[in-house]
């Protein structure tokens, strides 16, 4: 039983930060999200009463992964198989550099491990299984934009991701600039559980990601640009925010990430809309319109080299099975 699947990376423009279940991965709050065009995450499953253990390989290297035994071992439970599995991956994203990889990784590793399974599962409960291996893997199972609703139930049944409608008079764009491609210096969830047991902001935080989740609704009903990037920026900043009054503080910012941002801020004076966003990680992404795209791009450059225009990507799909 063999499958092998590709799932796009996503970036949230509505945060997802904080747990209120660290087993389950349930979310402290819903969160919203663009999935891109440009990185993506090649995975292979095969799941075989031969093997004597599971086995993950990423990027052509053996890996001792525990996040992905872990998540192999859940599979296996609601799957009911006694197999182990071997894992294939290829990261065709810079891979912990807060560019989401694990969002694209658990998303590919759940459709292929369950088509390799000889199962259909619909696309809510690919992404309630994606969740258990990387909360934002729920929403990388949409392609376009994703809702990932937070729930309410203790067993996380009603904490899964949805694909809601693009606006329908706008031409998204995301521009990426890597600040640095390398492993982040604090992991995204020892950050996130400092987060909500220390920091001052952390509840008004979950609050306020609440509001900003239904006010970037109505403005992508309204097709309000503006008010779309305004509410992402300033989303970002709050998440942020959080961290540097954790106890120990932290930022995942670097200078060339504030440099960027202010890149930015002096487009939007020279009247092109464009609004900056950063998850756990220091590299920054800009929400734009197509057509300024390049304009976006030119100007990033005079910082860093390392730049990619996305657009909304599609959804996870399985490539070849048997």
Known sequence: MKATAIAHTNIALIKYWGKRDNVLILPANSSLSMTLDQFYTETTV?????????????????QSDAKVGRFLSILRDQFSLTSFAHVTSTNHVPTAAGLASSASAFAALALAASKAAGRNDDETTLSRL?????????????????????GEANDGSDSYAYEIPTPSKLDLA?????????????????????????????????????LDLEAMQRAMKENDFVTMGEIAERNALTMHATTMAANPPFTYMQPLSLALMDAVRDLRVAGIPAYFTMDAGPNVKVLCLTKDAERVKEALSVHTSLLYICHPGPKARVITHD
């Open 174 to 210: 995301l521009v990426v600039a890597v600040v640095d491609a390398g492993p982040k210096k604090v992991d995204s969830r020892l950050g996130m559980q400092t987060t909500v047991e220390t920091s001052p902001f952390f509840e008004a935080w979950t609050k306020q990601a609440t």
């Open 46 to 62: 095969e799941w075989s009463d031969s093997f004597t253990e599971d086995q993950f390989s990423l990027n052509g290297k053996i």
């Open 130 to 150: 994606a969740r258990q291996g990387s909360g934002s893997a729920s929403r990388s199972i949409f392609g376009g934009l994703a809702i990932w609703q937070k």
